[in-house]
Nanobody
Framework: QVQLVESGGGLVQAGGSLNLSCAAS????????MAWYRQAPGNERDLVAT???????NYADSVKGRFTISRDNAKNAIYLQMNSLKPEDTAVYYC?????????????????WGQGTQVTVFS
């Protein structure tokens, strides 16, 4: 069972920066696309950014140009560098990973979530 542990959240003034980390353990297959999501109180969990094994990334419009997702396949880790933070970026940030197992007869995908890390941006 893959376990994801996020870190790096905290309290920061608007305009500041934070760098989130997500480390995966218990990986027995292949980690494919990994992602960051966020959920503000009373809102649904929204996609922030995704990254595949080749480090091709995609971003939500709301964070383009401010956030950068990166990946270290050797460490089974992803990161989210968040710059020019705004109060509306306040949320719990969750790491998500898709692990696949493939044999000659079966291909299986499983998705995992971390526990989340709180990011609070004050003005």
């Amino acid at each position: 069972q893959v376990q994801l542990v996020e870190s790096g959240g905290g309290l920061v003034q608007a305009g500041g920066s934070l760098n989130l980390s997500c480390a995966a353990s218990g990986v027995t297959g292949r980690l494919n696309t990994m992602a960051w999501y966020r959920q503000a109180p009373g809102n649904e969990r929204d996609l922030v950014a995704t990254i595949n094994r080749e480090s091709t990334s995609n971003y939500a419009d709301s964070v383009k140009g401010r956030f950068t997702i990166s990946r270290d396949n050797a460490k089974n880790a992803i990161y989210l560098q968040m710059n020019s933070l705004k109060p509306e970026d306040t949320a719990v940030y969750y790491c998500n990973a898709m692990e696949s197992h493939s044999t000659s007869h079966v291909y299986e995908e499983n998705f995992f979530w971390g526990q989340g890390t709180q990011v609070t941006v004050f003005s």
